[in-house]
């Protein structure tokens, strides 16, 4: 008999580890939130999910898009479903964009720029997310 929770901790383990591994800084509290959308410059929030395909698809987009000429000052992670008071406090400021998960939002100093949401990212290949996330890059940000 499989234990459950035990799997589901894994998955959680091993998306966060994922995520954190290609640079971004997981955010676990509402507080931790506002201190990072409080910074001025571009930040990308990757709203990391256990989703099986889709999740499979914004992680590796998340690892790779930021390996480009120019990319957000800022890279940080909210978990939905696990860390659910800092989640919800990071989707206070997506306004016009219903919650989604996984997903991406670019902000510029704690504003809503653009935003990927799961339907963008499910059916897509992690190329054409990282395609997506870059020409955004190429808007917004500056080089590095």
């Known amino acids: 008999m499989v234990n459950f929770n035990f799997f589901m901790n894994d998955v959680v383990r091993q998306a966060r580890e994922e995520i954190v591994a290609a640079g971004y800084t997981e955010l676990h509290d509402a507080e931790a939130v506002e201190a990072a959308f409080a910074r001025s410059g571009v930040t990308l929030v990757m709203v990391n999910s256990v989703c099986g395909c889709a999740g499979g698809i914004a992680r590796p987009a998340a690892a790779h898009s930021v390996h ?3 990319r957000p000052d800022q890279l940080v992670t909210v ?4 860390d659910k008071e800092a989640t919800a406090r990071a989707r206070e ?3 016009g964009y219903p ?4 997903s991406f939002a670019l902000l510029k100093d704690g504003k809503i720029l653009k935003m990927v949401e799961r ?4 059916g897509h290949s992690p190329m054409q997310v990282i395609e997506k996330l870059q020409s955004y890059f190429d808007q917004y940000c500056e080089e590095v």
């Open 79 to 82: 978990f939905a479903g696990q």
């Open 119 to 122: 339907h963008e990212i499910e």
């Open 93 to 95: 400021y997506f306004e």
């Open 68 to 70: 480009f000429d120019k």
């Open 99 to 102: 919650p989604s998960s996984p």
